[in-house]
């Protein structure tokens, strides 16, 4: 009679952590770095995951590696895995009346410049609390949602998914900037200046992937116009720096503009600009809360919560209540 047993086909919960490793970084020497491991042994790992799950997990093409559909499938159970054991030390501290774990926020470039601000507070009221944050454009952070990765996202244009549940957090508004010296610029910024006009223009634009990039060409698009693109930058700074630098015109978020250096650049008064969004706080609503990713939606969902107003005034930042 054959003995009955099951087998467990997915790791041990190190090459799964590894697995991860491998996935955020991108290669096998970044895992090995992060993990503080050698190469060899981080490539043993996962030939180990590999062979036991009996698929190849990832393939590489030059330095790119690149995952599978089984790898994919294999990087979604251990985020899920994980995070099963990270939410457990998290309700572990709870019982014993701390306060203490992992906040992940995953968030586009732009919001980068408001979103330490946001999160200052809470922070101090909790101490023990870690926060972890992830940065990239628009399709960057729609992919690490995808994958259930993180505790919270931030977008100024989520994506359209039934699987979110969202709140605004505050006005994201793109204005439109040129050189000082720019003919658009003369009597700025109450001159009002025609869209026609400003379009003409060369246009540096963001990147393929870029919420700002999306805003821009929706907008443009349902007034029938598009912007005369003269180079295409992958940095809010750098795009700054372009414009000061005589290159072009561009639309950039107000909050953006709020801090660094700003000598050089004019904000126009284009017709039918700015445009008006917002930023919102996203979350997966089939994915449980931790108690430190409750407790600061909780923080931010109360009355009168004390935010940031961006707009500089004799170099300091100005404190609103909404």
């Not at 399709?139 to 994958?147: A, C, D, G, K, P």
């Not at 259930?148 to 996202?153: A, I, K, L, M």
């Not at 060409?217 to 372009?242: D, Y």
């Not at 009168?304 to 170099?315: A, Y």
Request: aromatic fraction near 6%.
């Amino acid at each position: 009679m054959k003995e009955s047993r099951t087998q467990a086909r997915v790791g041990t919960l190190r090459q799964l952590e590894i697995l991860l490793a491998v996935y955020h970084s991108g290669s096998i020497s970044g895992a090995a770095k992060k993990l503080h491991l050698t190469q060899p042994t981080v490539s043993m790992q996962l030939r180990k995951l590999s062979e036991g799950m009996s698929m190849p997990l990832y393939y590489q093409v030059g330095r790119k590696l690149n995952l599978t559909e089984a790898g994919e499938a294999a990087v979604k159970t251990a985020i899920e895995v994980l995070g099963c054991f990270e939410r457990l030390d998290m309700q572990l501290a709870g019982l014993k009346g701390l306060m203490a774990g992992t906040l992940s926020l995953a968030i586009v470039t732009t919001a980068k410049y408001f979103i330490p601000h946001l999160i200052g507070d809470f922070s101090r009221k909790f101490p023990q609390i870690d926060g972890r944050f992830h940065v990239g454009n628009r399709q960057q952070i729609i992919q690490r949602l995808r994958s259930g990765e993180d505790d919270f996202y931030v977008f100024s244009h989520p994506p359209d998914s039934d699987k979110l549940d969202m709140m605004a957090l505050l006005p994201n508004r793109l204005q439109a900037i040129s050189p000082l010296d720019h003919p658009l610029a003369a009597g700025a910024p109450e001159q009002l200046v025609s869209l026609e006009a400003f379009c003409r223009a060369p246009f540096l634009m963001r990147e393929e992937g870029s919420g700002t990039r999306h805003a821009i060409e929706v907008h443009l698009s349902r007034l029938g116009m598009a912007p005369n693109i003269r180079m295409t930058i992958e940095s809010n700074e750098a795009i700054k720096h372009s414009v000061m630098s005589g290159l072009g015109v561009s639309v950039l978020s107000e909050h953006t503009l709020a801090f660094g250096e700003q000598q050089g650049l004019a904000v126009l008064n284009v017709e039918q600009l700015p445009i008006v969004t917002h930023w919102y706080l996203a979350w997966l609503k089939d994915k449980p809360l931790s108690p430190v990713a409750s407790a600061f939606l909780d923080y931010i969902k109360q009355p009168g919560r004390e935010q940031i107003d961006l707009k500089e005034s004799s170099g300091s930042l100005n404190r609103v209540l909404f």
